[in-house]
């Protein structure tokens, strides 16, 4: 992989990382045009979106900061139920991580149908909820927290976007379009660092790859940038409820990529 590709993969993570698109699907497609091995596919996603998680604590760090600050008073407050309730959520993802991460690992690289079959299902997903009823819980329940994390565990699917299934997830449940946004940026970034984390101690991204760590760092380092600007861009959207326009690119893409794979 060169540092242009990188480059250019770092950008698109950075956007649909935040946007309903799927990121994944997205780099699977984009890498399948550019002809990269699977085994490179996934450590370099694995990198990208660890650049897209500290993008999220740049831009939500006054809220990430306030959580830690009221966590460590030892209090049963709002804001240790909150970071509670983001535990619940990474439950199922969890699970999957433990007992199904070679069947994750083997989707990718795979094919592409499996990309247009998500985008189609996130465009569904995402109709579903822009006419769902009217949002009226303040809080995020227990309950909901847990089953929002059902929808990121599916979303290990490339093509399933992980952000449009948890927003969609959260509003067919009744939450309000800015809590729900807020809750599923949140919820991703122990997931994600954990992986990444556990991925450095077992030496994946030196035993099994074969991209310049040039090429890794200018994709982590794009997708950071893109990503602060989507993040911030994605919450103003969700508040204005415009993800039904993102249904529609969904099923553009979706259907292109089963029709041409």
């Known amino acids: 992989m ?33 002809g990269n ?12 979106h660890a650049g897209t998680v500290c993008s999220t604590m740049v831009i939500l760090w006054p809220e990430i900061s306030n959580l830690f600050i009221n966590l460590f008073r030892l209090q049963w407050n709002n804001e240790t139920k ?9 439950v199922p993802v969890g699970l999957i991580g433990a007992f199904f991460k070679d069947q994750v690992e083997a989707l990718f690289g795979s094919n592409l149908y499996i990309v247009g079959g998500g985008l189609l299902l996130t465009a569904c997903l995402l109709t579903f909820s822009y006419y769902a009823r009217p949002r009226t819980k303040q809080e995020i329940s227990f309950k909901n927290a847990f089953i929002i994390g059902i929808a ?7 093509g399933l976007s992980r952000s449009g299934a948890t927003i969609s997830t959260g509003l067919l449940l009744g939450n309000k379009k800015e809590t729900v946004a807020q809750f599923s940026f949140l919820m991703v970034l122990v997931p994600i660092l954990g992986e990444t984390f556990l991925d450095i101690l077992k030496g994946d991204f030196a ?14 380092f794009t997708s ?3 990503g602060c600007i989507a993040c911030k861009w ?28």
């Open 82 to 90: 909150y970071v509670l309730k983001i535990f619940i959520s990474m």
């Open 2 to 34: 060169s540092g242009l590709e990188a480059f250019i993969l770092g950008i698109i993570q950075g956007l649909t990382e935040f946007l309903p698109v799927s990121s994944s699907g997205h780099l699977e497609i984009i890498n399948v045009l550019f």
């Open 207 to 220: 035993g099994t790859a074969t991209i310049p760590s040039f090429s890794l760092i200018v994709g982590f």
């Open 152 to 158: 990121q565990a599916c979303a290990v699917i490339p």
């Open 37 to 48: 091995k699977s085994a490179d596919n996934l450590t370099f996603t694995i990198v990208v």
């Open 234 to 261: 994605m919450v103003n959207l969700v508040k204005k409820g415009k993800l039904i326009y993102f249904a529609l690119y969904c099923v553009i893409v979706g259907l292109t990529v089963l029709i041409f794979s």
């Open 224 to 226: 950071f940038a893109t």
